[in-house]
C-alpha cells in the first residue's frame, strides 16, 4: 500500500493573505490560525468567508488513474466571532464534466475548536477531478468557517501489476508457489515479504520515500503506468551506451539512480507504503507493470535491508537458497555506484531512452 496526497499545499503552508498555491477560485484569504481563534499557533488556515456580497470558492482539479476509493479528510472549525449553525461551506468532489460525485454541507455547530472530517470518494473512473469549497451561510458579518489539512489519500503501490502466465496480478495479491513471468520463462514464487513504512518512519528517514517512475519514463512505452519502488530497488536498463561501457546491452541500475530522467523522481507526498520482496530460486528479472525489475536478491545488503526475523524464516523454509543466491552471479550485470552515475550522464547527455529495443519474455520457456 502506498497513500499518496492527490491535493498540493492542503495544509496552506505555501501561501499569501490572498492567495493559496495550487488552489484557485474566488476572494482566497489565508492566516495563521490564531487571526481566527486565539491561541491555537501560527501555521496557515483558509478562512472561507467572502463578505458581504462575495462567496468564497476554492478548489484543485486533480487525476485518478483509475476507478478507486480515496479517503477525504480535513480539519474545520468556526472562528471566534462565527455564527454557530449558520457559518459554514460545501465540499464537492466534481469530475471533468462537472458531474457532482461528493458533496456535504460542513456547517459547525461549536466555535473556536478544529473538527476532523473523514470520508471515502468514490471516483468511477480515470480522469480529471475537481475538490471544490465553497462559502455557505452570512458572508455580511466578516467571520466565518476555517479550512486546513485537506488530503485526498489514494493507496498505489499494492495494486502494481505483476504479469504471470494466466495474465496480470496485483502484488499484494500474489502468493508463494505462483508462477510469474520472468526474461528466463515461468519461474516460482518462493517466498514473499512485506513491510510497511508508516509516516513516523519517512519523517524520521527520508530515504524511506520511494521513487515513482511515471508511465513510459523508461522508454517503450514502460512501464505501463506509474511504477513505485524504494531507492535501491534495481530496475533493468537495455542500452547500446550499456554495450559500450559494460560489454553487455543489459544491466541491472538503482531507481535512484534513474532519477535525472524526465518522469522518475523521489515521491514525496507518499505518507505510508508497503514495500514487497518476492524471492525466487535465482536471482530474475521479472516484468511490474510490464517494466523489468529485480526480484529478491539475497546479497548482505538484502539481507540487512529484510531483518533478522525475514533472514531467519527463509534459512528454516529453503536451507541453503541463502547461500546459493551470495554465491551466484546476479540476474545481468550490476556496476557500481560510480560507473552507475557515469552511465546515466551519458543516457542524459545523449537524450536516450534506458530501455531500448526491450523484449519481453513471453513466458513459454
Same mark, same amino acid.
Given at each position: 500500500?502506498?497513500?499518496?496526497?492527490?491535493?498540493?499545499?492542503?495544509?496552506?503552508?505555501?501561501?499569501?493573505?490572498?492567495?493559496?498555491?495550487?488552489?484557485?477560485?474566488?476572494?482566497?484569504?489565508?492566516?495563521?490560525?490564531?487571526?481566527?481563534?486565539?491561541?491555537?499557533?501560527?501555521?496557515?488556515?483558509?478562512?472561507?468567508?467572502?463578505?458581504?456580497?462575495?462567496?468564497?470558492?476554492?478548489?484543485?482539479?486533480?487525476?485518478?488513474?483509475?476507478?478507486?476509493?480515496?479517503?477525504?479528510?480535513?480539519?474545520?472549525?468556526?472562528?471566534?466571532?462565527?455564527?454557530?449553525?449558520?457559518?459554514?461551506?460545501?465540499?464537492?468532489?466534481?469530475?471533468?464534466?462537472?458531474?457532482?460525485?461528493?458533496?456535504?454541507?460542513?456547517?459547525?455547530?461549536?466555535?473556536?475548536?478544529?473538527?476532523?472530517?473523514?470520508?471515502?470518494?468514490?471516483?468511477?473512473?480515470?480522469?480529471?477531478?475537481?475538490?471544490?469549497?465553497?462559502?455557505?451561510?452570512d458572508n455580511a458579518d466578516g467571520s466565518g468557517a476555517l479550512l486546513d489539512n485537506v488530503e485526498l489519500l489514494v493507496c498505489f503501490s499494492g495494486d502494481t501489476l505483476i504479469k504471470t502466465p494466466t495474465g496480470y496480478a496485483m502484488a499484494r495479491d500474489l502468493k508463494a508457489g505462483q508462477l510469474v513471468i520472468t526474461q528466463n520463462g515461468r519461474k516460482p514464487i518462493r517466498w514473499i515479504g512485506r513491510r510497511t513504512v508508516d509516516a513516523a518512519m519517512i519523517d524520521d528517514d527520508a530515504?524511506?520515500?520511494?521513487?515513482?517512475?511515471?508511465?513510459?519514463?523508461?522508454?517503450?512505452?514502460?512501464?505501463?503506468?506509474?511504477?513505485?519502488?524504494?531507492?535501491?530497488?534495481?530496475?533493468?536498463?537495455?542500452?547500446?551506451?550499456?554495450?559500450?561501457?559494460?560489454?553487455?546491452?543489459?544491466?541491472? +541500475?538503482? !531507481?535512484?539512480?534513474?532519477?535525472? @530522467? $524526465?518522469?522518475?523522481? #523521489?515521491? =514525496?507526498?507518499?505518507?505510508? %507504503?508497503?514495500?514487497?520482496?518476492?524471492?525466487?530460486?535465482?536471482?530474475?528479472?521479472?516484468?511490474?507493470?510490464?517494466?523489468?525489475?529485480?526480484?529478491?536478491?539475497?546479497?548482505?545488503?538484502?539481507?540487512?535491508?529484510?531483518?533478522?526475523?525475514?533472514?531467519?524464516?527463509?534459512?528454516?523454509?529453503?536451507?541453503? +537458497?541463502? !547461500?546459493?543466491?551470495?554465491?551466484? @552471479? $546476479?540476474?545481468?550485470? #550490476?556496476? =557500481?555506484?560510480?560507473?552507475? %552515475?557515469?552511465?546515466?550522464?551519458?543516457?542524459?547527455?545523449?537524450?536516450?531512452?534506458?530501455?531500448?529495443?526491450?523484449?519481453?519474455?513471453?513466458?513459454?520457456?
Amino acid at each position: 500500500m502506498a497513500l499518496t496526497n492527490l491535493i498540493i499545499n492542503g495544509d496552506f503552508s505555501s501561501s499569501t493573505n490572498n492567495s493559496a498555491t495550487g488552489w484557485s477560485g474566488t476572494d482566497i484569504e489565508t492566516r495563521v490560525s490564531s487571526v481566527y481563534i486565539s491561541g491555537t499557533g501560527n501555521s496557515r488556515v483558509a478562512e472561507l468567508n467572502g463578505g458581504t456580497g462575495n462567496v468564497t470558492v476554492m478548489e484543485q482539479t486533480f487525476t485518478v488513474d483509475s476507478a478507486r476509493d480515496a479517503d477525504l479528510n480535513f480539519d474545520y472549525a468556526l472562528r471566534d466571532s462565527g455564527t454557530l449553525g449558520v457559518d459554514g461551506f460545501k465540499v464537492e468532489v466534481l469530475d471533468s464534466n462537472g458531474v457532482v460525485i461528493f458533496t456535504q454541507d460542513i456547517v459547525p455547530d461549536v466555535q473556536s475548536t478544529y473538527i476532523e472530517f473523514s470520508d471515502v470518494v468514490t471516483f468511477p473512473a480515470a480522469g480529471d477531478y475537481t475538490i471544490r469549497f465553497t462559502e455557505i451561510g452570512d458572508n455580511a458579518d466578516g467571520s466565518g468557517a476555517l479550512l486546513d489539512n485537506v488530503e485526498l489519500l489514494v493507496c498505489f503501490s499494492g495494486d502494481t501489476l505483476i504479469k504471470t502466465p494466466t495474465g496480470y496480478a496485483m502484488a499484494r495479491d500474489l502468493k508463494a508457489g505462483q508462477l510469474v513471468i520472468t526474461q528466463n520463462g515461468r519461474k516460482p514464487i518462493r517466498w514473499i515479504g512485506r513491510r510497511t513504512v508508516d509516516a513516523a518512519m519517512i519523517d524520521d528517514d527520508a530515504r524511506f520515500l520511494p521513487v515513482r517512475i511515471c508511465q513510459g519514463a523508461l522508454g517503450n512505452g514502460l512501464p505501463t503506468r506509474d511504477l513505485l519502488v524504494s531507492r535501491q530497488h534495481r530496475v533493468m536498463a537495455r542500452s547500446p551506451i550499456a554495450q559500450r561501457m559494460f560489454g553487455q546491452a543489459e544491466i541491472l +541500475l538503482a !531507481a535512484i539512480r534513474l532519477t535525472d @530522467l $524526465p518522469g522518475i523522481y #523521489v515521491d =514525496t507526498s507518499i505518507r505510508e %507504503i508497503d514495500y514487497f520482496h518476492f524471492l525466487l530460486d535465482e536471482h530474475e528479472v521479472l516484468l511490474a507493470e510490464d517494466a523489468p525489475a529485480e526480484t529478491l536478491y539475497l546479497g548482505d545488503h538484502a539481507n540487512a535491508a529484510l531483518g533478522d526475523d525475514a533472514v531467519a524464516e527463509i534459512d528454516l523454509i529453503f536451507p541453503g +537458497l541463502r !547461500a546459493r543466491h551470495s554465491e551466484a @552471479l $546476479p540476474a545481468r550485470a #550490476v556496476p =557500481t555506484r560510480e560507473k552507475q %552515475i557515469r552511465f546515466m550522464s551519458r543516457v542524459v547527455k545523449n537524450a536516450r531512452p534506458v530501455l531500448e529495443d526491450f523484449t519481453q519474455n513471453t513466458g513459454e520457456c
